[in-house]
């Protein structure tokens, strides 16, 4: 079977799930495990994110009707949410404190529902918008990017804007 965008994507949100669930069991004295499992969810979290709102997204909204174009918008809006408060927020937070275990909780659960609803409406509307010629044809455009300079560049920037919003608006002390 020719690679599918769409099972990719899945397979990295099943991967995400277990890496939350590992985050989710560790306790206050967990100062090592928890920057190192935030980081493993971060360099699976961002590339994708940022895969999907720069070609997965535009290219969905471009065939999308309505109930499409809504959902795009939920996901966009998502997105921005975790982006610029949740994950900034979790970044402020002394990794052996409750407000960590509380904010990756969130960051988990946000991030949970976002690729339920996106598996349920985007990935089912796209497998009648796209050919499965398109969608392995997006799988290789994606792993070409996640290999390519280009990605470091993109992970540098959204570092700046998670660091930009929480400047901006810090986390409840």
Known sequence: ?????????????????KLFEELNKTTERAEKTRPELLQKIKA???????????????EFRKRADRDGLQA????????RAVELRVLPDLEAAEVTSTEFAGRAKVLGEFVDHHAKEEEKTMFAMSRKLFSSEERADLDARYAEWKAS?????ALAQASEKVSAALRANPPPA
């Open 72 to 79: 795009h918008a939920e996901a966009i809006q998502e997105h």
């Open 44 to 58: 699976a979290l961002l590339p994708h994110a940022l895969w999907e709102e720069k070609v997965f997204y535009p």
């Open 149 to 153: 300079p280009q990605l470091a560049q």
């Open 1 to 17: 079977m020719a690679n599918d965008i769409l099972k990719t994507l899945k397979d990295e949100h099943d991967s995400l799930k």
